[in-house]
């Protein structure tokens, strides 16, 4: 059974080299043009996006409102302290470490409670 930590762990994984991590869509491909998470051509996402794909990789499916993908939301977003991931991941002085160190602490955390 799939749990919030194999998704965090997963997502982490999908955006750990730069050029894999977006701001302003939750998807692209190379061309930085978007595409749905689950289509092979899918290259780049941020954070929400990591977390839709990497739940799309573990399970072999994409489901809105799904109560592993919102805990999983729930959990990086308690990491860096906000209400919306979309609007931290996407502000201009973020940086590609910041994410990544947000991600290793939502696993951590979940880690504990695994």
Same mark, same amino acid.
């Given at each position: 059974?799939?749990?919030?930590?194999?998704?965090?762990?997963?997502?982490?994984?999908?955006?750990?080299?730069?050029?894999?991590?977006?701001?302003?869509?939750?998807?692209?491909?190379?061309?930085?043009?978007?595409?749905?998470?689950?289509?092979?051509?899918?290259?780049?996402?941020? $954070?929400?996006?990591?977390?839709?794909? =990497? @739940?799309?990789?573990? &399970?072999?499916?994409?489901?809105?409102?799904? !109560? %592993?993908?919102?805990?999983?939301?729930?959990?990086?977003?308690? $990491?860096?302290?906000?209400?919306?991931? =979309? @609007?931290?991941?996407? &502000?201009?002085?973020?940086?590609?470490?910041? !994410? %990544?160190?947000?991600?290793?602490?939502?696993?951590?955390?979940?880690?504990?409670?695994?």
């Amino acid at each position: 059974m799939t749990t919030v930590y194999d998704v965090l762990v997963k997502a982490r994984e999908v955006i750990t080299k730069p050029e894999h991590w977006i701001k302003g869509m939750t998807c692209a491909n190379e061309a930085l043009i978007p595409v749905d998470i689950t289509r092979e051509a899918a290259y780049c996402f941020c $954070s929400i996006g990591a977390i839709d794909r =990497a @739940l799309y990789l573990l &399970d072999g499916t994409f489901r809105l409102n799904d !109560v %592993l993908l919102d805990s999983a939301f729930d959990a990086l977003a308690k $990491s860096v302290k906000v209400d919306s991931i =979309a @609007l931290w991941n996407d &502000d201009s002085c973020r940086t590609h470490e910041e !994410v %990544l160190a947000a991600f290793d602490d939502a696993i951590a955390q979940t880690k504990e409670t695994k």
